[in-house]
């Protein structure tokens, strides 16, 4: 699967091979599972949907916690989630911390899951 | 993004839209969420790639548990997880019962993780 190849040699996120083309190593399954266990939260998953949605790729926590009604601690608890499971980035400047998909992460577990 | 609309008129285990398109509804996170949290341990991962590889698309429990070196009720209660979550249908044969990927759904969820 040349394409599934391709994004493999291309990002720093890829951990794994496709689903579908054997037994899956341990350090695989384990490396996914981490990815997959900070995306099964629906919090999660609507902070990774506002922060891929907004136009410049990247989002001010500051603006994060009024669309999901949410503390801004809370906010910065799954965001933290986010970032150690490597689907984003976290800057700090100034005051604030910007959030931005990590190049390629999303897309690489995209590529996992095609049969 | 034709493919992807594609994909979610001709499958029943669809449930979001892209993650990149815009905020996420509850139902659409909660749906989702349920999914990815099936996918966070890495035995089910394991078993989801066993089923995957099959050449008949399709694996008998009987098959299941020597690869991962784990006991019957334990590989079962995995099973039954995945197959809650819509990834996996079990059909019950004589004595034992066969999974199979449930069709369109690993890449129905690609396709939501798509940037």
Sequence with gaps: MPTA???IETTDSTCCSPITSGVMSDDEATSLAIK?????????LKLLSLVAATQDGEACVCDLNEPLDLSQPTVSHHL???????????????????????PGALPSLADTLQA
């Design 5 to 7: 190849l391709t994004v």
């Design 36 to 44: 997959f266990k900070a995306m099964s939260d629906p919090t999660r």
């Design 80 to 102: 933290k989630i986010l970032v150690e499971a490597g689907l984003l980035t976290r800057a700090k400047r100034g005051r604030w911390a910007y959030f931005a998909l990590v």
